[in-house]
């Protein structure tokens, strides 16, 4: 290397096998009875985690259940052979948990009734630590100076039998979640936030599953080209016809119909049946084959009254509007969103943690959107109700107080100047 050559950082090792090879997954209850025994001998926390079909399959079960323990070892679990692992609870009732992002694996685990005692999240913790890049192996790299063998989070895990490789992979998950969770916890202490990571760790174990979404079918991609309430409406009943059929075989709606499918056809709102074939993405075999279905959606929802037609913009569900239409439905509210926003992000730079740990947008939101009494005891019971922590609490209650306070009151109309008019609500299906 000559003196003009800028020096190349070490290689990190690639760990690309378990230290104790891969285990076939367990299938049978005398397997999983062993394993047991095994796990309730061991020592120490126990790692989890779980692979789901996501992108290939309606439910969101777990397809593979992993856990590692000091002195047990690495297993695998296929809970399509052995859906009760309640068992396990019994032996593990006074055991930390260690889950990578735990609120995207408990409602699966739940339902093969697995329910942790204690948790320790090592996403979250990276998040309360204020780093940005939390993925499992970026995070094992930064932290252990490992990088793991990755790169089947996306495969279809429903697949059998599931492939040696995807086996390595699932087995390297919980390999080092151990060792980064030590290492974690004392950087959580030394940064005097163990406090903060107990206060979400719990929130994350004892979190209800979420309510179901309000219109969840306006979240198709594509919608905001649509012009009209009637074409809203197609894409509406098209929504629901998909998701009904996706329901029943078991399939991620949009392997059976594209977003941009439902949209093309709210645009071009077929008369008939073979108007919608005409469609390009409907020309396709699949399509063909339930262009029968589809097209009764879209006459159902052609066949609507303009009374039961979709509203142009849906509340959010929660009454409250995206805040992009604050400043034209309630400048008030709007200059409050701003300050608070601001506030919070200040803290967070300030205490080294991500604005969306430190308080969640939607607790912002709902406070800003109807502010109760801008008092430290009225603003620190809303946030309680709404969900925030104690530690988040302390720190931001008296900024989010004075953002409160201080955003201007609604300006007073000029007298003689007529108030400006809210335009009305499109009623027919015209553009």
């Not at 095994?38 to 079960?61: C, K, M, N, W």
Request: aromatic share 4%; glycine share 6%.
């Amino acid at each position: 290397m000559t003196e003009n050559e800028p020096e190349q950082a070490p290689e990190v090792p690639l760990l690309s096998q378990p230290a104790d090879g891969v285990p076939e997954p367990l299938v049978a209850s005398g397997e999983l009875s062993r394993f047991v025994d095994l796990i309730a001998a061991g020592t120490g926390p126990v790692a989890f985690d779980a692979e789901r079909a996501s992108g290939y399959r309606y439910s969101q079960r777990a397809y593979l259940i992993q856990l590692r323990r000091a002195g047990a070892g690495t297993a695998l679990i296929d809970p399509i052979e052995l859906p009760a692992l309640s068992g396990l609870n019994a032996v593990l009732q006074d055991t930390e948990w260690l889950l990578h992002a735990a609120s995207q694996d408990l409602p699966c685990m739940a339902e093969l009734g697995l329910h942790p005692p204690r948790l320790f999240d090592t996403e979250l913790a990276g998040r309360l630590l204020g780093e940005e890049r939390v993925a499992l192996g970026t995070m094992v790299e930064q932290h252990l100076g490992v990088r793991l063998e990755k790169g089947h989070s996306a495969a279809d895990w429903s697949t059998r039998p599931l492939p040696h490789d995807w086996l390595v992979y699932a087995a390297l998950d919980v390999e080092l979640l151990s060792d980064l969770r030590d290492v974690l916890a004392a950087a959580l202490h030394d940064a005097g936030k163990s406090e903060w990571a107990r206060q979400e760790f719990e929130a994350v174990r004892l979190a209800p599953p979420p309510p179901p979404r309000s219109e969840p079918w306006r979240r198709t991609s594509g919608i905001h080209a649509l012009r009209n309430r009637r074409q809203l409406a197609v894409v509406r009943s098209l929504w629901h016809a998909r998701d009904d059929y996706a329901a029943r075989r078991d399939v991620a709606p949009g392997r059976l119909l594209p977003d941009a499918a439902i949209v093309e056809a709210a645009k071009a709102m077929p008369k008939r049946q073979a108007d919608l074939l005409a469609i390009n993405v409907f020309n396709g075999p699949r399509q063909r084959r339930q262009a029968e279905r589809w097209f009764a959606a879209i006459e159902t929802a052609l066949a609507l009254p303009d009374g039961e037609l979709p509203t142009s913009t849906g509340s959010g569900g929660d009454g409250v509007p995206p805040p992009a239409r604050w400043r034209d439905r309630d400048p008030a509210a709007a200059e409050r969103l701003a300050r608070a926003r601001a506030a919070v992000s200040a803290l967070a730079e300030e205490h080294t943690v991500l604005a969306q740990n430190l308080l969640a947008s939607d607790v912002i939101r709902r406070i800003c959107w109807e502010p109760p009494t801008p008092t430290t005891d009225a603003v620190r019971a809303r946030m309680g109700e709404l969900g925030a922590r104690q530690w988040q609490i302390d720190l931001t209650l008296t900024a989010l107080t004075e953002a409160l306070q201080n955003a201007p009151a609604a300006e007073t109309p000029t007298p003689g100047t007529p108030p400006a008019e809210t335009p009305a609500e499109p009623t027919s299906d015209g553009d």
